[in-house]
Each structure stands twice: as structure tokens, then as C-alpha cells.
């Protein structure tokens, strides 16, 4: 039982170039979220879903988007990086009884 | 849901009880009190949460005032592995629902 896994784990980006980064859960949970954290500041939401083929937006949706075709899996895709999008970013999955379980992040560079 | 305000930082000896206060004066019926942590660069951890009883897991306890309007959480013996941000979170147990994180306490164990 992995619980979150999210790859990759670091990686830096040209201003404009785009990239997906992925998060898969084998818990079997429907809700799962995509945040972001800034140094020395606390979570932001940027999307989450409920379930496959729903999904809604958070605190700091721009520049981003998220699909979820499969309950396991809910990727977050930046079109064009910009370098206000340097962040560590933490997929999450959660059922109602255990709370939210947190993937390791991703650490992303936008230069 | 509900705001809640923590100190910003505070220390404990290693081998000593933490104890970390929350105030969330505006908490409402249906709110729980969460409580998680992270410790540097990882993914948040979930630790314990309760309604309104006082509740203890393997990792700490959770002590809510009858009022509700506050509460604390106790690592009964800190090692210096528990040295995290701590994040109080109030919120409605239902099915999706998004965590707001604050700015939490920095809780620095020493030996």
C-alpha cells in the first residue's frame, strides 16, 4: 500500500515551457487536492475533486489545470510556466474516517 | 469554517510534554478540530481530531474546553523528531471537504 505517490520529485522548468505533474493513490478514495506551498508560508488550494470526472477549483487555480479521469489518478498540468509558480506542490487524497494522507511533493524551479 | 489562531513558534525539551494551544472562538456545532503536522520539506501528517470529547491516539491527545472555543495538543513526551509546523484546522466532516491551513506553530524540541 504506497498511499500517495506523486512524480517527480524535483524538477526545473523554462519560463513558458509546460509540464504535468503526476499524483496517483491506491487507497481507493474519490476526493483528492492539489496544493501549493511557498517558503515559509502555510498550504494554498489550487484544485481538488470529489470524484472521476469532477473536479472544481481552489484558492489559487491560475495557471493551472487538473483532470481525473480514474479514481487513482488526478494530474496537475502548467501550460506556461511562469516564476511565480516556483513551489513545492502536495497532492493529497482523503476519506472522511482518516483524514487526508499528503504525497512527499514535488519541488518545482521556474527559471 | 472556522478561523484559528496559534502561537507562531515555541520550543520544548526533549523527553518533556508539548503542549500547543488553538483558539477557534467561531467554531460551530458541526466543526471538528484537527490537528496536523510537517515536519521540513514533507508532506503534511495527520496526527488526531476530535468533535468534543478529549481525545488520545499513539501520537498525542486532544484536549477541547467544553466550550469548544479552544483547545490544545499534547505530545506526551516530544523527541526531537517532533519537531514540525503544527497545524490546527477546524472544519464540517463531510465527504470532500477542503483543509484551510493556517500559519501554524514552529515547535522546536531541544535536548
Known amino acids: 500500500n504506497a498511499g500517495v505517490t506523486q512524480t517527480p520529485k524535483f524538477r526545473i522548468l523554462k519560463i513558458g515551457q509546460s509540464m504535468t505533474l503526476q499524483c496517483a493513490q491506491d487507497m481507493n478514495h474519490n476526493y483528492m487536492y492539489w496544493y501549493r506551498q511557498d517558503p515559509g508560508m502555510g498550504l494554498k488550494l489550487i484544485y481538488y475533486s470529489v470524484g472521476a470526472g469532477i473536479t472544481d477549483k481552489g484558492e489559487v487555480p491560475n495557471g493551472y489545470n487538473v483532470s481525473r479521469s480514474t479514481t487513482e489518478d488526478f494530474p496537475l498540468r502548467l501550460e506556461l510556466a511562469a516564476p511565480s509558480q516556483t513551489s513545492v506542490y502536495f497532492c493529497a487524497s482523503s476519506s472522511i474516517a482518516l483524514g487526508y494522507t499528503f504525497g512527499s511533493g514535488t519541488r518545482l524551479t521556474v527559471v | 469554517d472556522a478561523k484559528t489562531t496559534q502561537p507562531p513558534s515555541m520550543d520544548c525539551a526533549e523527553g518533556r510534554a508539548a503542549n500547543l494551544p488553538c483558539n477557534h472562538s467561531t467554531i460551530s456545532g458541526n466543526e471538528y478540530v484537527y490537528w496536523y503536522r510537517q515536519i521540513h520539506s514533507q508532506g503534511p501528517q495527520y496526527i488526531i481530531h476530535?468533535?468534543?470529547n478529549n481525545e488520545t491516539n499513539e501520537m498525542a491527545s486532544l484536549i477541547i474546553t467544553e466550550d469548544r472555543k479552544s483547545s490544545t495538543l499534547i505530545l506526551p513526551h516530544a523527541t526531537l523528531r517532533d519537531t514540525a509546523v503544527y497545524y490546527c484546522i477546524v472544519r464540517v466532516e463531510a465527504a470532500g471537504n477542503k483543509l484551510t491551513f493556517g500559519g501554524g506553530t514552529r515547535v522546536l524540541v531541544k535536548p
Open positions: 476530535g468533535l468534543k
